[in-house]
Nanobody, 119 residues
Framework: QVQLVESGGGLVQAGGSLRLSCAASGNFLSITAMAWHRQAPGNQRELVALATSGGRTNYADSVKGRFTISRDNARNTMYLQMHSLKPEDTAVYYC?????????????WGQGTQVTVSS
C-alpha cells in the first residue's frame, strides 16, 4: 500500500512564506514524476509545479519566481517552498506522484493540505 502524506499547510499573511512537504511510503520500485496541484473553492484542480526524477521542473505561470519545487529522492519526499504568498494562492494543495511498483506505474494523490493567505 502506497501512501502520500502532506504537511506544512496553514494560515499566513500576504507576503509570507510556507513550505509544504509530501512523503511517499509503501512498497514500490521508484517514483518518476511528482507534482503539486491546488484547488480553490469553485475552481478546478490546477497544476502548480512538477518535478521529474531527472531533475526537470515546470511551474504554472502564476507561481513562477515565487514557488520552488524540490525532491529528496533518497527520502522519497517532495517539497514546495512558497514565498511572496498572495490571497489568490489560497487553496487545498495536493501532492501527486507517478509511482512504479507492482503491478506497474500508478498515479497516487495525497489527502490535501489547506493553505490560506490572508490579505
Amino acid at each position: 500500500q502506497v501512501q502520500l502524506v502532506e504537511s506544512g499547510g496553514g494560515l499566513v499573511q500576504a507576503g509570507g512564506s510556507l513550505r509544504l512537504s509530501c512523503a511517499a511510503s509503501g512498497n514500490f520500485l521508484s517514483i518518476t514524476a511528482m507534482a503539486w496541484h491546488r484547488q480553490a473553492p469553485g475552481n478546478q484542480r490546477e497544476l502548480v509545479a512538477l518535478a521529474t526524477s531527472g531533475g526537470r521542473t515546470n511551474y504554472a505561470d502564476s507561481v513562477k519566481g515565487r514557488f520552488t519545487i524540490s525532491r529528496d529522492n533518497a527520502r522519497n519526499t517532495m517539497y514546495l517552498q512558497m514565498h511572496s504568498l498572495k490571497p489568490e494562492d489560497t487553496a487545498v494543495y495536493y501532492c501527486f506522484a507517478l509511482i512504479v511498483g507492482p503491478p506497474g506505474p500508478v498515479d497516487y494523490w495525497g489527502q490535501g493540505t489547506q493553505v490560506t493567505v490572508s490579505s
